[in-house]
């Protein structure tokens, strides 16, 4: 009888003592810091737990799949369950903090800037580099539809997400800021508005209000709008001009070219900012119909084209010779 009791005692004794190594092994496991060294985000694609474990597994967070693998389970039951999403880890970190991390749906945020007047071949260069997201653009988007700003996005984003929303954002904004607009804007549509929009902004990023005047006025008049820019884009489509524009190029013969077509050009030539939009939208009232960089920070307008041209000859004159 003492014999059965004992070998009781010692069978008890050896369950209680493989739980207790067991147990002793899953918190080990759990709070011990691992050999992480952080190279790239963790991605979690899947939210099952074999996925999870074979994850952190191979990582280096935890050295042991099956270990992971209770871990998991077990943290499952105080609510620690993945998430799905990319996760930024510190180094170092342990398999418990870790779970806890990707439980906490705090993934990472990236960030895309369109900057303002980005012709629309520089913005899908710039959407085409960007390596967080994923996908191919599947339509190439009119000029003029994309909306400058910084985007933030999280995984997955696909590249033809990130041009939707921006177009939604271009939209939305014209849709707001059209009904408000002033007398003195004489454009039949918020289209229009989106051409003009973009020859002021690759006119100028300081007096947008008075060159958008002065372009509204040229329109009232039945006067050519004689836009550098616009001549540039029938040149080379959004991309960079790679030398001052020449007089002889002013003759090529395009929709576009403001100097031998009378009012807008058929679309937008970049995609404007939305001071240049607000500006349209609310132009100075001017009776100046020319304008003339200084070199150095303003435009000098001028009434008359004899003005206009003795203010070219003292810009030339007061340029500084090489």
Known sequence: MNSVKSISKITCFSIFFVIFVFIAAILGCLYQKSSYMPTNNIIINLTDDDHFADTLTREGISNNFFITKISIKIMALFGYEAKFGEYALPHRVSLYEAIKIINSGNVVIHRITIPEGFPTVYTLRRIESNEHLSGEIEQIPQEGSIMPGTYCFKYPTTKQEIIRIAQKEMVEFLQKEWPKRSLLCTLKNPYEVLILASIVEKETSTEREIVAGVYLHRLKINMKLQSCPTVIYAHKKGKKLEHTLKYSELNIDSPYNTYRHKGLPPTPITNPGKESIIATLHPQKTENLFFV??????????????????????????????
């Open 293 to 322: 960089f200084d070199g150095i920070s303003k435009h000098i307008f001028s009434k008359t084209y004899e003005e206009h041209k003795r203010n070219i000859a003292a810009v030339r004159k007061a340029k500084p010779q090489n």
